[in-house]
């Protein structure tokens, strides 16, 4: 069974660093086509997609994130990471890691209930 858990939450200041881990338990290993990513969520607000990352490579990030937030992963480790640096404000929220077993449209624009696995989410606290 597909499990996903994120780690690497967390509260610091603006301006610094964090990298959220997701141990996807086999998941890369069980689907030759998926789609993985980075979705956050603030009470009250939608959930919204920050990172995605397909089979094929393809990445896409939200605007707000680019240049900031680097997604990869490890299919030998079947973990999924989000690099963040410069971060601010902005980016506080609970930071969910999803996936599908298919690769195509794998963008942070999708809706997030285009994603059929999930974790738990971690929180990232970001103060000024």
């Known amino acids: 069974q597909v499990q996903l858990v994120e780690s690497g939450g967390g509260s610091v200041q603006a301006g610094g660093s964090l990298r959220l881990s997701c141990a996807a338990s086999a998941f890369t290993y069980t689907y030759s086509n998926y789609c993985m990513g980075w979705f956050r969520q603030t009470p009250g607000k939608e959930r919204e997609g920050v990172a995605t990352?397909?089979?094929?490579?393809?990445?896409s990030y939200a605007g707000t994130v680019k240049g900031r937030f680097t997604i990869s992963i490890d299919n030998a480790k079947n973990t999924l990471y989000l690099q963040m640096n410069s971060l601010s404000p902005e980016d506080t929220g609970r930071y969910y890691c999803?996936?599908?077993?298919?690769?195509?449209?794998?963008?942070?624009?999708?809706?997030?209930?285009?994603?059929?696995?999930w974790g738990k989410g971690t929180l990232v606290t970001i103060s000024s």
């Open positions: 990352i397909n089979s094929d490579g393809w990445i």
């Open positions: 999803a996936a599908r077993g298919t690769s195509d449209y794998c963008l942070v624009s999708n809706r997030y209930d285009s994603m059929n696995f």
